[in-house]
């Protein structure tokens, strides 16, 4: 197994592609801890690891508190003793144009999205450093690929990119390595949310499928295979890199 013994951390993982992370990361034999602010998703997710044999633990936090932050990680150590990997996966997204959002909308996003990845790496790096582990930060494809109405959201998704590979730059002669997942539309999380906004769900993925070069739109478990490679030592020269798992969205446009 590729995370045999190794403890990760999983922000945002109650739910869609942290919750499937989670799932993967466990199956791989990382003892995991379900860190979300919905405590009943992530107790959910604990639940449905455990049931299939694998170890993990939940935690609630609000990664755009400084104290709770530290809380996650005293506990961490507290319960396994260690921390090998950070996945950065916790978000939110306001679906508005730049002159609709309000001031307030636009810090919550820029708050949680990349004032997460940033206090939770601040905390985590030290004993990062120690046990030469790694971090992974959910980006998204639309940090190069933007579509309407989602300015906030993918102005935070960009920057996760560059403070990704800042990290990277920063740490990797301290041996951990940061890496990030940019994925597609993926059947689970803030994706879910907005096909279900939609008039007819079932044909609002369709037509988000046919924006990808394989005609479909990807499932969160293969975001959380790709996470996995990244935090296992199968990528151990990788680090500062950008991994889209998003099924071709960003090779052109598909044929009709």
């Known amino acids: 197994m590729r995370l045999e013994d190794k403890v990760a951390v999983i922000t945002g993982s109650g739910s ?142 960009s920057a996760i990119v560059g403070l990704t590979k800042a990290m990277a730059i920063d740490h990797g002669h301290e041996g951990v390595r940061v890496n990030c997942i940019l994925p597609g539309y993926i059947d689970a999380g803030l994706a879910e949310g907005y096909f279900l906004a939609q008039p007819d769900p079932a044909q609002a993925r369709i037509d988000a499928g046919k924006l990808h070069a394989l005609w479909r739109i990807g499932k969160p478990e293969e975001v959380g295979r790709a996470a996995v490679f990244l935090a296992s030592d199968d990528a151990s020269f990788v680090t500062g890199s950008s991994m889209v798992v998003d099924g071709g969205f960003g090779s052109g446009l598909p044929p009709k």
């Open 16 to 157: 869609g592609i942290g919750r499937y992370c989670a799932f993967e990361f466990a199956k791989n034999g990382a003892k995991v801890v379900v860190a979300d602010l919905n405590e009943k998703g992530a107790a959910e997710t604990e639940k449905q690891i455990q049931a299939n044999g694998g170890i993990a633990v939940t935690f609630k936090v609000d990664v755009s508190k400084p104290e709770s932050v530290q809380k996650l990680a005293n506990f961490t150590l507290k319960t396994f003793g260690r921390i090998d990997v950070l996945v950065n996966n916790a978000a939110i997204q306001i679906n508005k144009t730049v002159e609709d959002m309000t001031f307030e909308e636009w810090n919550l996003q820029m708050t949680i999205n990349v004032g997460g990845v940033f206090l939770c790496s601040k905390q985590f790096l030290p004993h990062l450093r120690k046990t030469k582990g790694n971090i992974v930060n959910m980006s998204s494809v639309n940090s190069f690929f933007v579509e309407p109405m989602c300015a906030g959201y993918c102005a935070t998704k």
